[in-house]
């Protein structure tokens, strides 16, 4: 089955600095990525979608400029958390869609968790 | 390592019939378990989240079960519709190793 795999699986950094989430699909090209986070307790939401070669939607609530999200080819979409903080902090996964015989299909990365102190 | 199993792949019913959807885990030590419904071409929606010491969550038409000892989680839709025809995904998170794991998925479909 279509592999994506997502880097890191577990950061800690101190507030103030920025954090680089790469998520790439292994086999295949992913158009269309979504970025989803989940804190403690919550269920998972999604933040953005992002398309290869254009601007990234962003889910309303979602700092745009707080969570640059580029996705540049097809089988690659980062996500950078700029200027982190602690409330940031939270479990971040990636997802990467895939047409299969007329179905669309996402696959999901295992995901990053985020400490910021 | 924990597998996430969903059953049936596929299921059809006409509208207004109550279903049930199965969702299996070879790990019991998860932190807690979600239900999500994805629509073609979108990203997940969360539908129901248990945590690991709950049984079971209700919202509208939908009620999730979970079963940490057998593993097991069942999502019931009561009077189904058209428009739930979706796949809908379950997936647990193990607190430990802080992954989430996606089941196979169901692809329902509700017909007129």
């Known amino acids: 089955g279509a592999v994506v795999s997502q880097h890191p699986s577990r950061v800690i950094c101190k507030s103030g600095t920025s954090v680089k989430i790469e998520c790439r699909s292994l086999?295949?090209?992913?158009?269309?990525m979504f970025w989803y986070r989940q804190f403690p307790k919550k269920s998972l939401m999604l933040m953005a979608t992002?398309?290869?070669?254009?601007?990234?939607?962003?889910e309303q609530g979602v700092e745009k400029d707080k969570f640059l999200i580029n996705h540049a080819s097809l089988t690659l979409s980062t996500l950078t958390v700029t200027s982190a903080h602690p409330e940031d902090s939270s479990f971040y996964i990636c997802s990467a869609s895939l047409s299969q015989g007329g179905n669309e299909k996402l696959f999901f990365g295992s995901g990053t968790q985020l400490s910021v102190l | 390592k924990q597998e996430v199993t969903q059953i049936p792949a596929a299921l059809s019913v006409p509208e207004g019939e109550n279903l049930v959807l199965n969702c299996s885990f070879t790990?019991?030590?998860?932190?807690?378990l979600q239900w999500f419904r994805q629509d073609p071409g979108k990203g997940l929606t969360s539908l129901l989240l248990?945590?690991?010491?709950?049984r079971e969550q209700t919202s509208g038409r939908l009620n999730a079960s979970l079963d940490k000892s057998s593993g097991r989680s069942t999502l019931y839709i009561a009077a189904s519709q058209p428009g739930d025809s979706a796949t809908y995904l379950c997936?647990?998170?193990?607190?430990?190793?802080?992954?989430?794991?996606f089941g196979t998925g169901t692809r329902l479909q509700v017909t007129l």
């Open positions: 790990d019991s030590a998860i932190y807690n």
């Open positions: 248990i945590q690991s010491s709950q």
């Open positions: 997936a647990v998170f193990t607190g430990t190793a802080s992954k989430l794991t």
């Open positions: 992002s398309n290869e070669g254009s601007k990234a939607t962003y």
């Open positions: 086999d295949f090209q992913a158009t269309t």
